[in-house]
């Protein structure tokens, strides 16, 4: 409520009078602004199917929603200006903190590199790698799904470079399960929803002899009992490549030859966990700094500026229906050539 009482002298009556009118009008402004957001809120929430437990969670998840309005007005004020090739926007993750989308989704665990060798990457020398490769225009790249609240990022990875050799060998494109994975690759040492590697995925699929596909093993959004059963069974792989660290160059020449690869980058900003479209160019992006896994399904020119363009596993709300486009060729931004794996069927 604004109002305002003014005694004194003439003088002095008026200068509060000039202070009271603007703040009234401050207060008219806010009050506007608030109205206006709280409709925002509401709508969001409806939007993104968001239910909080209790009074001390929404007054929490409001607080951090509103702080992700602020940056996404003025991320995207600079990029109309144009300071940013990219747009933000607030999707499902905009209640989060940024620690909490890092800790709870980003579950990728660093491979250990001396446990491979260079000889483990098949070169691809001689063959003519095209300049503009979109792999889900040969039914190579399965729908996007959402993970959830559950760090299985490496699963939905593995898996999505399996299902692109499998269309190859077999013609016929099938989504296969991340649960299996999350449920039964323990023993290779993955954590389920607490984490995991990529190269550990493919060495369960070749000591367990397969992975079951989606349809018959269904993603839960979090770790259960392993249920895997041959009859299921919708994938196999002989064997697994990890590309040379670092080399953009190597990683175009196999995505552009032999198929969707397996990832791991930089997701740790909060300019990638509310990205919305566009070029994702951002230098800060360290190439050093790898903790979440994702599918690289093709790569392009847009405007004189190269791109990968990617898969993620965090729903078709996110980025540009499920997908972003990462600069290219600016000294391995953001780790995208940091640790790819391909697998042989």
């Known amino acids: 409520m604004c109002s305002c009482n003014v005694t004194g002298s003439a003088f002095f009556h008026y200068r509060m009078h000039i202070v009271c009118a603007l703040l009234l009008l401050d207060c008219l402004v806010l009050a506007q ?17 968001k239910v909080y437990d209790n009074q001390t969670e929404v007054v929490f998840r409001r607080a951090v929603w509103e702080k992700n309005v602020q940056l996404v007005l003025r991320h995207n004020q600079e990029a109309s200006a144009g300071k940013h090739s990219f747009t933000m ?25 001396f446990n491979f060798g260079n000889d483990t990457f098949k070169g691809v020398n001689g063959l003519s790698i095209p300049q503009n490769v979109d792999w889900r225009k040969d039914g190579l790249v399965s729908p996007v799904m959402n993970q959830g609240l559950c760090g299985s990022c490496w699963a939905f990875s593995s898996m999505g470079a399996l299902e692109g050799q499998m269309k190859k060998r077999t013609g016929v494109l099938v989504q296969l399960s991340p649960q299996n994975l999350v449920d039964c690759s323990t023993s290779e040492g993955n954590l389920g929803c607490r984490g995991g590697y990529i190269s550990k995925s493919f ?17 839960e959004h979090k770790n259960g009992k392993c249920r895997y059963s041959v009859k ?95 600069a290219r060729n600016k000294k391995n931004l953001c780790g995208i050539a940091s640790f790819g794996v391909y697998p042989t069927v």
Request: with cysteine.
């Open 33 to 49: 602004s608030s109205s206006a957001l709280n409709k925002m809120w509401d709508e969001w929430k409806i939007k993104h199917r």
């Open 89 to 113: 926007g607030l999707n499902h993750l905009a209640d989060m903190t940024s620690e909490e989308v890092n800790e709870k989704l980003n579950g990728l665990k660093l491979e250990e590199p």
């Open 203 to 219: 060495s369960y699929v070749i000591r367990n002899g397969g992975v079951d596909s989606e349809s018959s093993y269904p993603y």
């Open 232 to 326: 299921g069974k919708a994938g196999y792989c002989s064997d697994f490549h990890i590309l040379p660290k670092g080399d953009e160059k190597a990683l175009q020449a196999v995505v552009g030859s032999v198929g969707p690869v397996s990832v791991a980058i930089n997701a740790m900003l909060p300019s990638f966990h509310l990205y919305r479209g566009g070029l994702y160019n951002v230098p800060n992006c360290n190439p050093r700094f790898i903790n979440h896994a994702v599918l690289v399904v093709g790569y392009g020119t847009d405007r004189g500026e190269d791109f990968w363009l990617v898969k993620n596993s965090w729903g078709t709300a996110w980025g540009e229906e499920g997908f972003v486009r990462i």
